[in-house]
């Protein structure tokens, strides 16, 4: 069974950058869509991001469009969030999840990734951005 594990969390200042990387430990991620997710305190599970591997398609959610970048490494089977310019706002949990569906990952490309379509999950990282 897949399993991911995210990593790379941390205090950061505001402004500064992080790259979380989701791995996936003896896994091809060849034929999955990788969804970046975030949890702050007392808040449901919103979709950041996702990544289909098959063609490289992705998906940003509009606060975090043009500060954080999706990547794969495949020889690592890896995919990175790399976050520039963070706030205090984007203090949370990262998840990272996969999913197999053809359907649900054109979703998530094209919608955003949402949690009732993933299949498998990490189990976190956190992020907490403050001076």
């Known amino acids: 069974q897949l399993q991911l594990v995210e990593s790379g969390g941390g205090l950061v200042q505001p402004g500064g950058p992080l790259r979380l990387p989701c791995a996936a430990p003896?896994?091809?991620?060849?034929?999955?869509?990788i969804g970046w997710f975030r949890q702050a305190p007392a808040t449901e599970r919103e979709g950041v991001s996702c990544f289909r591997s098959s063609d490289g398609s992705i998906y940003y959610e509009d606060s975090v469009k043009g500060r954080f970048t999706i990547s794969r490494d495949n020889a690592k089977n890896t995919v990175y969030l790399q976050m520039n310019s963070l706030k205090p706002e984007d203090t949370a949990v990262y998840y990272c999840?996969?999913?197999?569906?053809?359907?649900?990952?054109?979703?998530?490309?094209?919608?955003?990734?949402?949690?009732?379509?993933?299949?498998?999950w990490g189990k976190g990282t956190l992020v907490t951005v403050s001076s």
């Open positions: 999840a996969a999913v197999s569906s053809a359907p649900v990952q054109a979703m998530c490309v094209m919608y955003g990734p949402r949690t009732y379509g993933m299949e498998y």
């Open positions: 003896g896994f091809t991620l060849d034929y999955y869509a």
